[in-house]
């Protein structure tokens, strides 16, 4: 049984400064790493993939990748209130195969 | 180019009665799936199509949950009789599954399930 897990939230930072969300995946032949965006009532949808291992960055996010320690994380710098919502981690394990979703960390950036 | 669209938003619904809801995918992926989403949890899948096949339909309650995808395109997700226990969203998402796409999951809106 593939699993994900995610730190347990909410977590709460202030507006402008860092969010960390961070993900760890029990299956270590897992390939493709998948950060989703929920906002409440919403339906999820992608930010970033990651691939390989390291940091991959687009505009205020960064998804950090750690298949030896099967972990993956998401950070976002000058966190704004918008970004306030629920993120999900996702993991696949081979490519066309089955997406397994994390409980979600639901985070809050405050004015 | 249009997304995934899911009918009915909302239903409410009396146990033991059947219900149905519709997805409609983003024209030419060729992979659907159907997940429910309990409040607070992250989506989870209850069938994959590949096409017109059911690839993997081992989380799927088959004593009352079905679901077809006919032509490929459209599919009907079913429960009869519903359970208190399945109130939930049900979400569609679809992808294009092809060598050299990152194959990533689009989300339709979602089915939100009232059972009373």
């Known amino acids: 049984q593939k699993e994900v897990e995610q730190n347990s939230g909410p977590l709460s930072v202030p507006e402008g400064a860092i969010a960390s969300l961070n993900c760890t995946y029990s299956?270590?032949?897992?390939?493709?790493f998948f950060w989703y965006r929920q906002y409440s009532g919403k339906s999820p949808e992608l930010i970033m993939f990651i691939y390989s291992n390291g940091d991959k960055e687009d505009g205020r996010f960064t998804a950090q990748l750690n298949k030896a320690s099967q972990y993956v994380s998401l950070l976002i710098r000058d966190s704004q209130p918008s970004d306030s919502a629920t993120y999900l981690c996702?993991?696949?394990?081979?490519?066309?195969?089955?997406?397994?979703f994390g409980p979600g960390t639901r985070l809050s950036v405050l004015p | 180019e249009a997304g995934v669209v899911q009918s009915p938003r909302y239903k409410i619904i009396e146990k033991k009665q059947p219900v149905a809801f519709w997805c409609n995918p983003i024209s030419g992926h060729n992979t659907l799936y159907w997940y429910l989403q309990n409040l607070g949890q992250g989506p989870e899948l209850l069938i994959r199509y590949e096409n017109e096949e059911a690839v993997d339909d081992s989380q799927l309650p088959k004593d009352r949950f079905s679901a077809e995808r006919l032509k490929g395109v459209d599919s009907t997700l079913k429960i009869q009789p519903a359970e208190l226990g399945d109130s939930a969203v049900y979400l569609c998402?679809?992808?294009?599954?092809?060598?050299?796409?990152?194959?990533?999951?689009?989300f339709g809106e979602g089915s939100r399930l009232t059972v009373l």
């Open positions: 299956d270590r032949g897992s390939q493709s």
């Open positions: 996702a993991v696949r394990f081979a490519y066309g195969q089955n997406f397994v």
């Open positions: 998402a679809s992808s294009l599954v092809w060598t050299g796409n990152t194959g990533e999951l689009f």
